[in-house]
């Protein structure tokens, strides 16, 4: 399948009732969207990081009462997992697109990669547009705008990363649901491209360690 965009009925999903159901409508709705950006994304993102990238469906697999909330494709230089890596991510809430950069709970350089964040916190600052937003904690879909981050937060949320074992840190675009059915394959495409440039920095920030 081609990527299409998505619409009204992909973030209707996430209304469905029931782990089964839901589930059966993500896999046959929105997953083999995930898939089409997954095999586009994975080649880009391998010539701009310079590394193999390999994508990640999430499949959920854990789940045995609770329908997800949430569904997404992950990029990261590995071809059995992300979680425990730095990647990026494309996927939707009910109420949103989101575009990251994560680094997760599982990710054994948190605490070195807090400090680096906390090192380069001026640049950081200064280089991320003011309609990115952060994030710190993937299992919800609230977010802070840029704009409104104070260096003062985010040197917070970096401490955090390196001294709470369950703290992550994600940063991106939410692009809200109206806009989001509104915008063809192209604005798609322009967005993530543009959204996974702005990002490298904090990607390649690894390589510091």
């Not at 996430?14 to 080649?43: C, H, S, V, W």
């Not at 879909?141 to 917070?156: A, C, D, F, T």
Request: hydrophobic fraction near 40%; proline fraction near 5%; charged fraction near 30%.
């Amino acid at each position: 399948m081609t990527f299409n965009g998505f619409n009204d009925s992909d973030f209707k999903v996430f209304q469905t009732q029931g782990l089964d159901e839901r589930m059966q409508q993500i896999i046959n709705q929105i997953r083999p969207k995930l898939e089409a950006l997954g095999n586009k994304y994975a080649e880009e993102l391998t010539v701009l990081t310079g590394e193999e990238m390999f994508f990640h469906v999430a499949k959920h697999a854990r789940r045995t009462v609770n329908p997800p909330k949430d569904t997404w494709v992950a990029f990261a230089p590995n071809k059995r997992g992300y979680k425990m890596l730095p990647h990026f991510q494309i996927g939707l809430w009910e109420t949103h697109v989101f575009v990251w950069f994560a680094l997760i709970y599982e990710a054994p350089i948190k605490d070195a990669y807090g400090q680096l964040i906390r090192k380069n916190l001026n640049k950081i600052k200064k280089n991320i547009p003011n309609d990115f937003v952060w994030s710190d904690d993937h299992m919800k879909p609230v977010s802070y705008p840029h704009r409104e981050v104070k260096k003062e937060r985010l040197e917070e949320m970096a401490t955090r990363l390196s001294t709470v074992k369950k703290a992550e840190l994600l940063c991106g675009v939410r692009i809200e649901k109206d806009e989001a059915a509104n915008m063809s394959v192209n604005d798609w495409y322009d967005r993530i491209d543009e959204t996974f440039k702005t990002l490298l920095p904090l990607y390649e920030l690894k390589k510091k360690l």
